[in-house]
């Protein structure tokens, strides 16, 4: 019997300091800590290092894109979401950025691409608001402010899987080039 | 014209719902030719009131149960619609009015349709009973505690077939849980009210709430009104499926219980219900174990008792449902889930041996009358006159 | 007391099968796993998982891509232990190429690991009260590991699947104000454990639902191969910290946090205890860490893996990860087969958990802690 | 003992480290002559005949290995056949060791180990799942990871794989 009563009144005990802890949190209300999300978009800051979409960057002085198109970022990504077009330029046999492609909906924000890039002309944005409505906007062609260079040579694309050298697995049936065009919004099938 | 049995004392606050009932009365009898029409007119107005006053108290309950929960997790609750999320309850019932039925396919259809329906009316018959203040009571039976027990066993019969018609296994374990649950708390529940009943000396709300003149039976019988009012509350809280007994809706086991396969408003049927039943509970337990709208005295210190009767009856009557009511979502928002098994034997070799025991001691406390600062009863009541009108339903 | 109903009890036979799926969408599976159930009214019978909803062929994918690229697939395994993952997975490759990471790269590797396993015991504490039915817990726990997750956020970039610690040592180099970052969360987090206590373990319905309930015989265990907090509950003094120290494990001095009974709440207890051990590891590795230094070692472009077999060995949250790597001398690993702890921990359920009642499948799965993507690969 | 012969692995260095050494004469003695030891890269390892299996494992056992870290099978289509390793590591005890053996690729089957380690029985049921491997008197044989319907073995090095969702790195 004594057994029992202890054991009453040690769960009694435990139940209501259970209650105790909560009741201190009811009538504290400063400690709430629920941010309310839109309303704050202001004051929202992220840490420096917050990685999300990767964004091209432009040289300071003459506001080009540093991208030398050597697609050592396409070769580091482990999913195929970049993809470099590139254009031999006449003059100087040099190998030029035609368009850089960047299928976000594939990426899993390693950072691999920025860590192998070696020109510095890739950086993690802060872009954190990435949802879209259509598949077809996850594939972002990242220089498209910078004009094509004049008429269009022949443009020969470095992507991860250039036909020449795949063996069994011919490239997945996403994004073909043909399809896109060079106007900015490509309607390509979605991945 | 409601004739008052025994001259109240005067102590009894006076903001009387008399006139306002008198007045109604004579507005109907002038307007209606034939006295029945008059009651019937009387019937229809207190269902009409008693509805829409359910439909609003569930909504508040609803934002207030979200507001609580809220704060007790350190965060806001509803803010969006309105100031502090005050319209979240209308836009929560639009929604439920907007959502598509979904009738599961080899549902038992019948019965699937009744069972809501079962449920809220269970609990909406218990609202007419309550005494919400002197003569704001829909009905005033001589034996109305016993009935609104009775009906209130009622709503399992609901969530039985419920759990049965919608055709789910997870329901199925639900609805068995549900039986096996209420029907035992009911046990300990009535005996805890029979205490007060012996205490009051009647199974009409009104005496019961006038016998708690002197001082609230909570704190006028001298322990066993404590453990009393603590095994009801804990018999009640069971009885609403609230957790720590919400085995029946238990989310993280049967997914949602009984009402898993209902939607719109045949779940908003249920849901009203069980806010339903947590007011009818604590206002049982209130008008019983505190005095229903009896306002609080001190002894005879005269200036505090002059005080607490400027306050209206109603407001005392609603002060202590709601602290109830607060209390039963305390529970909620810091207690786990008991097991099926531990539950039942929590009813059964613990909860109904100690109803047992103390109506035992209240049994021999109401012999010897030895109440805290017990009033001079006088020696046998006087020979009540005709037994008087029910105020509203005057059954000519 | 909690004793599980006989199951050849004369109850037991009187009823036909009567079947039930908890799962694969169930809201106590945490993740994609369904139980086909075998019921005798509230008794369980039976139990016998079905695995595979999210089976990604991560070894598969392992074999196409190269030691680099496979880092951010290992913390996709057991997302709720990301460091210890891509740790187990640059260890391995370190081994096979014979690489040495820098002092302070090895410092912060322990750090991330305590960091993760204190957020991983702060999520599963909150929802095993939600498994029981109590729903404030699950806040208290986001809040605290919302801290956690900030410093995550400010050193390696993002919150959940870091892929930071890679071969040759760690991406970058801390956040400048990472070591006080740290320092002011343990010292917020101390005090908030005992109220983790206050709030469920003191509760008498916690106990009541817990003790005794689906106990693990250690002889089991050992066969089943369960390893973590799972095992310890059940007296097995087993840490890969301890018996196959790595990194700088050896130079921190903490205890195991073991118990002997096995049952739910033993393993409640260990999990809590886990807790205040990596706040002691952390505060031991913040004082010794060099306070400046490389954190990566040089590694060439194309990591080719020498042939042979290698086998890293970590332990994560919930047990023992094991990674074997087969080379064949090119940049792509010719085999990779994860050994994951839940694996493992899962396969010991079944053979528990008869006779007791559906209630406690969801209770004991939950001192279980189980992740079911590390499961299915 | 014969010293392993390096084929085309780096020669290790000639003398193994003591604790491998130690090692390896334990538990030589321990698995009698048809072990061949082993050290491809960094895991010890000693090589059995496919049905040596079960009776290695139980004599492993009473060594006090008494923890299977896991089961698996290793495809070298060239070779035509498939290399299963057994890796045993101890609960009290710092030793791990690793049993491979092989069997022909075309209906390959073994000897199931479940007897020796329950947890034998899920890891080889994943092997018959991914590699299509059988294992005689296994206690319930069959695929834990892929759907019933599933045809074809993803594991193998040889899987098409229609969907074409692994993509080839051209190096």
Redesign the interface.
């Given at each position: 019997m004594k057994e029992i009563l202890k054991?009453t009144f040690?769960?009694l005990?435990?139940?209501l300091?259970?209650?105790a802890?909560?009741?201190r949190?009811?009538v504290h209300?400063d400690?709430?800590?629920?941010q309310?999300y839109p309303e704050n978009r202001a004051q929202l800051k992220?840490?420096p290092?917050?990685?999300s979409r990767i964004e091209l960057i432009k040289d300071e002085q003459n506001g080009v894109y540093r991208c030398t198109a050597c697609g050592l970022c396409v070769r580091?990504?482990?999913n195929?979401s970049i993809e470099v077009i590139r254009d031999r330029d006449p003059v100087t046999q040099k190998a030029k950025l035609n368009k850089f492609i960047y299928h976000f909906e594939r990426c899993?924000?390693?950072?691999?691409c920025v860590?192998a890039c070696r020109s510095e002309a890739l950086r993690?944005g802060q872009q954190f608001e990435t949802a879209v409505y259509d598949s077809a906007q996850l594939t972002i062609i990242l220089n498209k402010d910078s004009k094509p260079a004049g008429e269009e040579p022949a443009s020969e694309r470095k992507t991860?899987?250039?036909p020449s050298?795949?063996?069994?697995?011919?490239?997945?049936?996403s994004v073909s080039a043909a399809a896109i065009q060079p106007t900015p919004a490509p309607s390509s099938p979605a991945a | 014209m409601a004739v008052e049995a025994a001259p109240l004392k005067q102590s009894m606050n006076n903001y009387d719902t008399n006139e306002l009932v008198s007045v109604l009365t004579a507005k109907l009898q002038a307007s209606l030719p034939e006295p029945w029409l008059v009651d019937a007119a009387k019937i229809v107005l207190a269902a009409i009131a008693l509805a829409g006053f359910a439909s609003v108290l569930a909504m508040i309950l609803v934002y207030v149960e979200r507001k609580v929960a809220g704060h007790f997790q350190q965060r806001l609750g509803p803010m969006r619609v309105g100031p502090h999320g005050i319209f979240q309850p209308i836009a929560d019932s639009l929604k439920l009015l907007a959502k598509e039925e979904i009738t599961p396919r080899d549902a038992d259809r019948l019965i699937y349709n009744l069972a809501p329906l079962l449920t809220f009316v269970a609990s909406f018959v218990c609202m007419g009973f309550i005494p919400f203040a002197p003569n704001l009571q829909a009905v005033r039976f001589n034996v109305g505690l016993l009935f609104v027990l009775g009906i209130s066993s009622m709503g399992v019969l609901g969530i039985l077939a419920a759990g049965w018609s919608s055709n789910n296994k997870w329901s199925l374990l639900g609805a068995m849980r549900a039986g096996a649950q209420i029907i035992s708390y009911e046990l300990s529940a009535a005996l805890a009210l029979l205490v007060g009943v012996i205490f009051a000396g009647s199974l009409d709300f009104h005496e019961i709430v006038k016998s708690q003149e002197a001082g609230w039976w909570i704190w006028r019988a001298p322990v066993v009104g404590l453990v009393t009012f603590i095994i009801y509350t804990i018999a009640s809280t069971a009885e609403c499926n609230r957790t720590p007994f919400d085995i029946v809706e238990g989310e993280s086991e049967l997914t949602a219980g009984f009402h898993t396969e209902y939607s719109s408003m045949k779940f908003a049927m249920f849901f009203l219900a069980e806010f339903l039943n947590v007011f009818i509970v604590s206002a049982i337990s209130a008008t019983v174990f505190l005095g229903g709208w009896m306002p609080l005295h001190i002894g005879n210190w005269e200036a505090a008792n002059r005080i607490f009767d400027m306050i209206p009856a109603w407001i005392w009557f609603f002060g202590k449902v709601s602290a109830l009511v607060f209390v039963v979502m305390w529970f909620r928002w810091t207690f786990p889930r008991l097991r099926v098994d531990q539950l039942m034997r929590f009813e059964w070799k613990f909860l109904m041996p100690a109803s047992f025991a103390t109506l035992a001691v209240a049994a021999i406390l109401a012999a010897s009358q030895t109440y805290f600062f017990a009033p001079e009863r006088p020696a046998a009541p006087p020979v009540a006159p005709a037994p008087t009108k029910p105020p509203i339903l005057a059954n000519k | 007391m909690n004793a599980p109903v006989p199951v050849e009890s004369p109850v037991a036979d009187t009823y036909q099968d009567y079947f039930i799926n908890m799962g694969p969408q169930h809201p106590s599976t945490h993740g994609v796993l369904r139980l086909v159930v075998k019921l005798a009214g509230e008794t369980v019978l039976g139990v016998s998982p079905h695995m595979g909803y999210v089976h990604r062929g991560i070894e598969k994918m392992g074999e196409a891509q190269t030691a680099m690229q496979f880092t951010h697939l290992t913390s996709r395994l057991d997302y709720l232990s990301a460091h210890m993952n891509n740790w187990a997975w640059a260890m391995v490759v370190e081994q096979a190429l014979g690489v040495q990471v820098p002092e302070r790269a090895e410092y912060l590797r322990v750090i991330m690991s305590e960091l993760t396993r204190i957020s991983s015991h702060q999520l599963w504490w909150g929802v095993f009260g939600m498994d029981l039915g109590a729903f404030t817990p699950f806040l208290y726990a986001f809040r605290d590991r919302e801290k956690v997750n900030d410093i995550f956020e400010k050193t390696c970039g993002t919150r959940l699947t870091m892929n930071y610690i890679v071969p040759g040592g760690v991406m970058e180099d801390a956040d400048a104000d990472f070591e006080k970052d740290t320092r002011a969360f343990l010292e917020y987090f101390k005090p908030l454990i005992e109220e983790y206590e206050q709030l469920l373990s003191g509760n008498i319905i916690v106990q009541e639902r817990t003790k005794g309930v689906a106990v693990l015989p250690p002889e089991l265990a050992k066969s089943y191969g369960v390893t973590g907090p799972t095992l310890r509950a059940s007296g097995v003094d087993y840490d890969v910290r301890k018996n196959h120290p790595y990194g700088v494990y050896p130079r921190l001095s903490f205890q195991t946090a073991l118990a002997t009974e096995g049952d739910s709440w033993a393993r409640y207890k260990v999990r809590l205890e886990e807790m205040r051990q990596s706040i002691k590891i952390i505060s031991q590795a913040l004082d010794q860490m060099p306070k400046s230094g490389p954190v990566r070692a040089k590694l060439p472009a194309v990591l080719r893996i020498p042939p042979g077999r290698y086998l890293s060995r970590v332990e994560t949250a919930r047990g023992e990860l094991a990674i074997f790597l087969v080379g064949d001398g090119k940049p792509l690993p010719y085999r990779v087969k994860i050994r994951s702890p839940n694996f493992s921990n899962l396969s010991a359920f079944p053979a528990i958990i008869k006779g007791w009642r559906v209630a406690d499948i969801v209770t004991a799965m939950s001192t279980f802690d189980l992740v079911i993507p590390d499961i299915d690969r | 003992m014969s010293t392993p012969t390096p084929d085309q692995t780096p020669a290790p260095p000639p003398g193994l480290p003591p604790e491998l050494e130690a090692l390896r004469d334990k538990l030589a003695a321990v698995l009698g002559t048809d072990a061949v030891w082993e050290l491809k890269g960094k895991l010890p390892a000693f090589r059995l005949p496919a049905k040596a299996i079960v009776s290695a494992c139980k004599t492993l056992r009473q060594a006090g290995f008494d923890y299977l870290l896991f089961v698996t099978a290793v495809d070298y289509p060239s070779e035509n056949r498939f290399e299963i390793v057994y890796v045993a590591g101890q609960y009290n005890g710092p030793d791990q060791i690793a049993l491979v053996t092989d069997i022909p690729r075309d209906n390959p089957a073994v000897e199931s180990v479940s007897q020796v380690w329950d947890t034998a029985e899920w890891h080889e049921r994943e092997i018959f799942d991914l590699f299509g491997i059988r294992f005689e008197n296994h206690r319930d044989l069959r695929r834990i990871l892929l759907d019933d319907t599933w045809e074809g073995y993803p594991l193998r090095k040889d899987y098409v794989d229609k969907v074409h969702n692994v993509v080839k790195r051209p190096y």
């Open positions: 054991k040690e769960g005990r435990g139940l300091s259970g209650m802890l909560t009741f949190y009811l209300p400690k709430v800590i629920t309310q992220l840490p290092r917050a990685r580091a990504c482990p195929n899993t924000i390693c950072g691999l860590d993690m991860a899987s250039t050298e795949t063996e069994a697995a011919p490239r997945p049936p | - | - | -």
